[in-house]
């Protein structure tokens, strides 16, 4: 019962708060509210995670740079990969549109910029590193949803039937089926692993058997392989893979707080302090 009444206060108060309309964001014959309300409302539910994300970019910024080319390679990967269902895919991961996914693909390169700072690769871990590397392919898929569907498209291949043709008549993959299940070009750590595996140990023009991943079931065909660079041209990404197979959550955030304590970062809504500990709202 208390707690109704404490509600009833509160609305009363808010209701004679809002009778100014000056500065009124909604004004209606059942009242008004307010930009305190409104601002109110939304640091409880978005404003640690925005407070941070703004903190992050301001803090980040002042030592490390994200030049646009460099989003721009992200996105058109991004792109290449998920075709027409780029825009519908980005938004069931919550960005409201290209724009909000490249701003959060600034602060993510800059935190991965900040922490591969502290991670030190030496000579014998690239020389590895090369050695296990493979380089890009070109597939090309059709993706069911069953294993016998998979076994009798995969029996029309063997009859003579073309791949492209299955693909667009059977793949559930809208977005590479109407390329007859083109997949451009990717590299490793980019697809599903089972996918992966399967792909890359296939020859060139070779098909695979069905391969089941958590989408369904694969019949993967490989259209092309580049040629393996040279050591000296690969250094510079097998660094950041090898310092990328070393990032931990826990070095996340470490590397985050010390940035914070550097800038002498201060929270002065006590609402907000949240926004200052990453050990659960770090990017990965």
Not at 29 to 46: F, H, P, R, V
Not at 140 to 151: G, T
Request: one cysteine or more; proline letters at 1%; hydrophobic letters at 35%.
């Amino acid at each position: 019962m208390k707690k109704w009444i404490l509600a009833g206060v509160m609305i009363g108060s808010l209701g004679l708060s809002a009778c100014s309309s000056g500065n009124a964001v909604m004004k209606s014959d059942a009242g008004n509210i307010s930009q305190d309300e409104l601002y109110q409302a939304m640091k409880t539910k978005y404003g640690t995670q925005t407070l941070q994300q703004l903190a992050l970019e301001k803090v980040l910024s002042s030592e490390y740079t994200v030049s646009k080319s460099e989003i721009d390679a992200h996105v058109k990967k991004s792109k290449d990969q998920l075709g027409d269902q780029f825009l519908t895919t980005i938004k069931q991961y919550g960005y409201q549109d290209e724009n909000d996914f490249r701003e959060a693909l600034k602060i993510n390169l800059l935190e991965q910029k900040a922490v591969y700072k502290t991670i030190k690769v030496t000579d014998k871990q690239l020389k590895a590193a090369y050695a296990s590397y493979k380089p890009d392919i070109k597939a090309r898929h059709i993706l069911v949803s069953d294993e016998n569907s998979a076994n009798d498209i995969e029996a029309k291949l063997k009859a003579g039937a073309k791949f492209e043709d299955l693909a667009k008549q059977y793949s559930t993959d809208t977005a590479s089926a109407s390329n007859g299940g083109d997949l451009g070009w990717f590299g490793t750590g980019e697809m599903d692993s089972d996918f992966e595996k399967a792909a890359f140990a296939l020859k060139l023009n070779e098909i695979s058997s069905p391969v089941k991943t958590q989408y369904g079931y694969h019949i993967i065909q490989v259209t092309g392989i580049k040629q393996k660079p040279s050591f000296s041209k690969l250094k510079s990404t097998l660094t950041n893979q090898v310092k990328q197979s070393k990032v931990t959550s826990d070095m996340i955030t470490k590397v985050l707080k010390a940035e914070f304590k550097k800038e002498n970062v201060s929270i002065s809504d006590k609402d907000l302090k949240q926004a200052v500990d990453f050990s659960s709202t770090t990017a990965q």
